[in-house]
Every structure is written in structure tokens, then in C-alpha cells.
Nanobody, 125 residues
Framework: QVQLVESGGGLVQTGGSLRLSCAASGRAFKIYTMGWFRQAPGKEREFVAAIRWDQGTPYYGDFVEGQFVISRETAKRTMYLEMNSLKPEDAAVYYC??????????????????WGQGTQVTVSS
């Protein structure tokens, strides 16, 4: 059983920062890609960022524009999302996901094999 556990969500004021973490545990599996998605109430799940595990190459959703930074620690099998200059429209449940394959279409949620339970990010105005 593979588990992805997110942490680091919470309430932050507009302009503030949060750092999300996603730790992979359970049976050994080869990570090729990990990503972050978010879903706000009444909206579709949206791609935020992904990282190619072996190279550390980041990929970002079009809206990110330098606001978020994705990183990983391979030895800890942990991925991070540093979120800065948060706005109320960034409020959502943030999900991490992992894939045992690599595809350039990192924004495609169907690519991912495992998902975390989500962590809530709330941004007060």
C-alpha cells in the first residue's frame, strides 16, 4: 500500500506564505513524477505544479507565474510546495499525487497512480 500524506495547509492572510509537504510511504515504488493539484469549491481540480523525480525538473500551471516553487528531497521521498504572495483565489484543497511512470503531460491528473487526502489552504482577505 502506498500512502501520500500532505501537511502544511492552514489559514494565512493575503500576501502570506505557506509550505506544503507531501511524504510518500508504504511499499517501495519507483517515483517518476510527483505533482500538486488543487480544487476549490464548485471548481474543477486544477494542476498546480509537478516535478520530475530523477532530475528535479519543475513544471508549473500557467497561473503560477513564479508565485509557487516545487521541490523534493529524494532521500525522504518528500515533495514540497512553497506558496508565496497568497491570494484569496488560492484557497482550495491541495492534493499531492505520484506516478510510477513519466510523461511530459504532467498536468494530466489521469497520469497519476496515487493521491493524498488533501490539505486545506484558506486565505483571508
Amino acid at each position: 500500500q502506498v500512502q501520500l500524506v500532505e501537511s502544511g495547509g492552514g489559514l494565512v492572510q493575503t500576501g502570506g506564505s505557506l509550505r506544503l509537504s507531501c511524504a510518500a510511504s508504504g511499499r517501495a515504488f519507483k517515483i517518476y513524477t510527483m505533482g500538486w493539484f488543487r480544487q476549490a469549491p464548485g471548481k474543477e481540480r486544477e494542476f498546480v505544479a509537478a516535478i520530475r523525480w530523477d532530475q528535479g525538473t519543475p513544471y508549473y500551471g500557467d497561473f503560477v507565474e513564479g508565485q509557487f516553487v516545487i521541490s523534493r528531497e529524494t532521500a525522504k521521498r518528500t515533495m514540497y510546495l512553497e506558496m508565496n504572495s497568497l491570494k484569496p483565489e488560492d484557497a482550495a484543497v491541495y492534493y499531492c499525487a505520484a506516478a510510477e511512470t513519466w510523461h511530459a503531460t504532467t498536468w494530466d491528473s489521469g497520469l497519476y497512480d496515487y493521491w493524498g487526502q488533501g490539505t486545506q489552504v484558506t486565505v483571508s482577505s
